[in-house]
């Protein structure tokens, strides 16, 4: 076999690997804001869009790793993860001050605490399953969709920018909360967004940004359950 044939079918390849992760990822957001618009309109609410978000987030990311092998392309491998969790775990500690001060400050204005989210996460005990949305999300927005869009010759801040917007917006059809709290959640979500779409370039890494997400989750459950109590 000669070098063209080769080259053509690693380019083939490459157009297949780009089509099933934009495909894929692009029917799972769509599926779930449909599912959590229908949801918000009956008693079961965004419970059903928020179950599809973190199965179908990380099932996806699963078939397309073993059956396609697409592990590198999504840049969920142990290449570079030291690298990797130190960027997204520097620059996540920055972010949790800064959220937390911001936070301080708006608590210090007479702001509303986010009791539904502290009910949900508390009452119902779902804050131990913030590891497993962090996966999810990650997997989602950074490995299946972000990968996508730069192997498709997509411009780097441009696919930063798409993204993040529908990261952010994401929270309007998954969070079982008022649209007070969505809107919080939604403007925490851009930072996330922005900083991890560039680790994740960087570093060729999905692990960068689930640091990153990681520490700012953290940065979430101190700003609802600690901060109110300090001011």
């Known amino acids: 076999m000669n070098r063209t044939a080769i080259s053509q079918m690693s380019t083939a390849a490459a157009q297949l690997s780009v089509r099933r992760r934009l495909t894929s ?47 590198e392309e999504m840049w969920v491998t142990h290449r570079g993860l030291g690298r990797a969790l130190a960027w997204g ?8 001050v ?18 539904q ?23 989602l927005w950074r490995g299946v969709l972000l990968s996508g ?10 696919a930063v920018l798409l993204t993040t917007a529908a990261y952010a917006l994401n929270h309007f059809a998954v ?22 779409g560039y680790l994740a370039l960087k570093t060729r890494s999905v692990w960068a940004p689930v640091a990153l997400h990681g520490l700012t989750m953290i940065s979430m459950i101190i700003d609802i359950f600690v901060i109110p109590r300090l001011v």
């Open 89 to 96: 775990g520097g620059i996540g500690l920055v972010l949790l």
């Open 149 to 158: 869009l730069h192997d498709a010759g997509v411009n780097r801040h441009l």
């Open 25 to 71: 990822g692009f029917v799972l957001a769509v599926a779930i804001w449909i599912t959590g618009c229908i949801g918000h309109f009956t008693p079961f609410a965004e419970w059903p869009a928020l179950f599809l978000y973190v199965i179908g987030s990380i099932s996806v990311t699963l078939a397309l790793g073993l059956r396609d092998r697409l592990w």
């Open 175 to 196: 969070a079982p909360v008022g649209m007070i709290e969505r809107a919080m959640m939604a403007a925490m979500g851009l930072p996330i967004g922005i900083a991890g």
């Open 117 to 139: 989210m502290e009910a949900i996460l508390i009452g119902m005990r779902l804050v131990f399953l913030f590891p497993l949305l962090v996966l999810a999300e990650e997997f």
């Open 98 to 115: 800064i959220d937390n001060i911001n936070t301080y400050m708006y608590y210090r204005a007479g702001g509303a605490p986010m009791a």
